[in-house]
């Protein structure tokens, strides 16, 4: 089977990864990028790294721990992101001294998930180990971009997709590769892209109800009872 992730190694001094495929904590078809895999190709030279990203992410703790490894290797560390860096791959991204993204290549940020099976008190234990996780994870980003606890709660609320420009923009990246030049790019006007935004904006192009008159009504206003009983009556027909 074919393998998505590989050590290219240029010299002893220089070295790049090619980080492609989803994060695991095992292997299990073959094309997961694990923390001990990922350990021992890191471990394998020294010298000054850059790591390519394309992933869609998956599981959070094996990425912090490949973040982790990341940050205290004692070379300088580049991310290059050449497609996407979603989800638990974008906390790997933060790792990097210097972010660069592709003109188009996308990043993703969200709060995380889980599966709970249970009664209500299993229930809540779920959601206070979903909150400690997703504060881990704001400091990887806190300490990247700069940006506010409370700003990067809600666009992880929000299911925020960032393309190259508005990453640099928000501090989640450094510079937009191929773009030429040395001094920092003005970027312009980024696109941001975020799930709960479209959902507010589909549901306020729901045409809203009419009384009989033919004004609509008022959402605080509750629904009167012979309105009701006519549409029911109209569905019974």
């Known amino acids: 089977m074919r393998k998505f992730w590989n050590w290219v190694r240029d010299s002893d001094e220089e070295r790049t990864l090619y980080l492609n495929g989803p994060i695991a904590e095992e292997t299990w078809w073959g094309d997961e990028v694990t923390p001990k895999l990922f350990k021992d190709e890191l471990l394998s030279g020294s010298g000054d790294i850059t790591v390519w990203i394309n992933s869609p992410g998956g599981d959070v703790f094996a990425a912090a721990q ?93 299911e925020t997709w960032m393309n190259a420009k508005k990453a640099v923009e928000l501090g989640f990246a450094d510079k937009i590769l191929f773009m030429g030049g040395e001094e920092p790019q003005d970027t312009g006007q980024g696109l941001i892209f975020s799930r709960m935004a479209v959902t507010a904006s589909l549901l306020g192009k729901i045409p809203k109800p009419k009384t009989e008159t033919g004004t609509p009504m008022e959402a605080a206003k509750a629904t009167p009872v012979d309105w009701l009983y006519k549409r029911l009556s109209l569905i019974s027909h």
């Open 66 to 158: 490949i973040y982790n490894m990341l940050m205290d290797y004692s070379g300088n560390v580049t991310v290059k992101i050449d497609g996407l860096a979603a989800s638990a791959a974008s906390v790997i991204a933060m790792a990097g001294g210097d972010v660069y993204m592709s003109p188009v290549s996308m990043l993703m940020i969200h709060n995380p998930s889980t599966i709970a099976i249970g009664d209500s008190e299993e229930m809540l234990r779920a959601k206070a180990l979903l909150d400690e996780v997703k504060e881990s994870i704001i400091n990887a980003y806190e300490l990247k971009s700069g940006l506010s606890r409370a700003k990067l709660s809600h666009l992880m609320d929000a």
